[in-house]
């Protein structure tokens, strides 16, 4: 299936030619900061099914000292993919445009959630993160 991206001012765009895997939304206090959010919303993409159609030169990328980062808007600030050590690891699904066909599977670290944030009952929760799982 053809999946496209784009971020809030629509200078960058991307296309997936597969699936999204492992959507999860992480609530730790870093994740929040990170997508100025309650938590991320992510899944994962193949680096071979994944390609930028436009404004990659507007990417800017932001890495962390382990090697995995966020890549992000110039202009519009939007966080588009997480990339680990270089290459492409999946996308932000609210950059992702109409129904990609996949549901956050699990919530993780909803131990450190914000207490401003209320989580519906029935969503799978996880206290930490999910062992042997990245
Ligand atoms: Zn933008
Ligand atoms: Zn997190």
Redesign the pocket.
């Known amino acids: 299936m053809k999946i496209t991206g784009e971020?809030?001012?629509?200078?960058?765009k991307y296309e997936v030619n597969g699936e999204l895997r492992d959507a999860r939304s992480c609530h730790c206090s870093r994740c929040r900061k990170a997508f100025s959010s309650q938590a991320s919303a992510y899944a994962l993409v193949k680096p071979q099914d994944f390609k930028w159609l436009s404004?990659e030169k507007?990417l800017t990328s932001f890495v962390s000292q382990h090697g995995f980062g966020l890549q992000f808007?110039r202009?519009?600030?939007?966080t588009l993919c997480g990339i680990y050590n270089g290459a492409i690891h999946g996308v932000t699904l609210g950059c992702v445009n109409g129904d990609p066909k996949i549901e956050l599977g699990r919530h993780i670290y909803v131990g450190s959630k914000a207490n401003w944030e209320v989580i519906p009952e029935g969503v799978p929760q996880y206290q930490g993160g999910v062992p042997g799982n990245a």
């Open positions: 971020c809030f001012c629509g200078e960058i404004g507007l808007c202009k519009c600030g939007s």
